[in-house]
């Protein structure tokens, strides 16, 4: 029989930097809820297929200590070739979104070996779209710009006319609209029979985004090089690539038609005495 169901779960969320930055740490948590229908492709009730809709939020703060960027190749008022040094300190990325999903599933579920078995085991797997409108907060503490000159084998660190030194940071805000992300998405857990027809799912889901959601805003480190720059801060590209996961735990009641077998009413026949 098919079931409907009714879901709810949350659990730790973070960004998979890949290569370019050191000493960063991402953390946050996103919860959702929503339905699902599951159609059973066998009469045994092992296989299906999920279809489910949800609504949830995430909350995610990204930390890098400091990010870097040589620009090189730059001539100074005297025609002298340098290579500009820049650091900024501190880069903090928060991420906020409110977001509705679709999904598709295949799901697999242990066979039943009698009539009286109350669980069994089950495990899904899958492919969800997420579409979201995210929210940002950026911050830079402080950006440090300093001079390397090859052809006198110096640095030059302390002119701030020329743009050299230490230099305030800056914070900034903004939104991102209608970010569509796809998502793998597996899960698995057990599954306990409450009543007749009715089902409880607890499992442990991990998802994993194909793409940063950000990944059409970010700008290149190398576009803020100097303290006026960081007036238009923005996300920045931290990672030659990044990843949006999440991992918690997820339950589930799900209903199914009866299949109680109904008391057989016989027909009463009236009769008349001779």
């Given at each position: 029989?098919?079931?409907?169901?009714?879901?709810?779960?949350?659990?730790?969320?973070?960004?998979?930097?890949?290569?370019?930055?050191?000493?960063?740490?991402?953390?946050?948590?996103?919860?959702?809820?929503?339905?699902?229908?599951?159609?059973?492709?066998?009469?045994?009730?092992?296989?299906?297929?999920?279809?489910?809709?949800?609504a949830?939020?995430?909350?995610?703060?990204?930390?890098?200590?400091?990010?870097?960027?040589?620009?090189?190749?730059?001539?100074?008022?005297?025609?002298?070739?340098?290579?500009?040094?820049?650091?900024?300190?501190?880069?903090?990325?928060?991420?906020?979104?409110?977001?509705?999903?679709?999904?598709?599933?295949?799901?697999y579920?242990?066979?039943?070996?009698?009539?009286?078995?109350?669980?069994?085991?089950?495990?899904?797997?899958?492919?969800?779209?997420?579409?979201n409108?995210?929210?940002?907060?950026?911050?830079?503490?402080?950006?440090?710009?300093?001079?390397?000159?090859?052809?006198?084998?110096?640095?030059?660190?302390?002119?701030?006319f020329?743009?050299?030194?230490?230099?305030?940071?800056?914070?900034?805000?903004?939104?991102?609209?209608?970010?569509?992300l796809p998502?793998?998405?597996?899960?698995?857990?057990?599954?306990?029979?409450?009543?007749?027809?009715?089902?409880?799912?607890?499992?442990?889901?991990?998802?994993?985004?194909?793409?940063?959601?950000?990944?059409?805003?970010?700008?290149?480190?190398?576009?803020?090089?100097?303290?006026?720059?960081?007036?238009?801060?923005?996300?920045?590209?931290?990672?030659?690539?990044?990843?949006?996961?999440?991992?918690?735990?997820?339950?589930?009641v799900?209903?199914?038609?009866?299949?109680?077998?109904?008391?057989i009413?016989?027909?009463?026949?009236r009769?008349?005495?001779?």
């Open positions: 029989m098919n079931e409907l169901s009714f879901y709810a779960g949350g659990g730790f969320s973070t960004i998979i930097q890949h290569v370019f930055s050191n000493n960063s740490s991402s953390k946050g948590f996103g919860g959702e809820a929503g339905l699902g229908f599951t159609f059973f492709i066998d009469r045994h009730q092992t296989f299906g297929i999920h279809i489910g809709a949800g949830g939020l995430y909350d995610m703060r990204t930390t890098i200590n400091e990010l870097n960027n040589i620009t090189r190749g730059l001539v100074d008022a005297n025609n002298y070739l340098f290579d500009l040094h820049t650091t900024l300190y501190n880069y903090n990325e928060t991420q906020r979104a409110f977001f509705f999903t679709t999904s598709i599933m295949l799901q579920q242990s066979a039943l070996q009698s009539r009286a078995q109350r669980q069994r085991f089950y495990a899904k797997g899958g492919v969800k779209l997420m579409f409108n995210a929210r940002y907060n950026i911050g830079i503490s402080e950006l440090v710009n300093i001079s390397y000159y090859p052809a006198l084998n110096n640095w030059a660190g302390t002119q701030r020329a743009g050299l030194g230490s230099f305030s940071g800056q914070n900034s805000d903004g939104d991102f609209r209608l970010n569509i998502i793998l998405a597996l899960e698995a857990g057990r599954k306990w029979r409450l009543g007749y027809d009715a089902f409880l799912y607890a499992g442990v889901f991990f998802e994993y985004a194909l793409r940063d959601p950000f990944e059409n805003n970010r700008k290149p480190i190398s576009n803020f090089t100097h303290s006026e720059h960081l007036e238009n801060l923005t996300v920045l590209q931290t990672s030659n690539r990044q990843n949006f996961a999440t991992v918690g735990i997820r339950l589930r799900a209903f199914k038609e009866s299949t109680k077998p109904r008391p009413t016989r027909p009463r026949v009769g008349h005495c001779p």
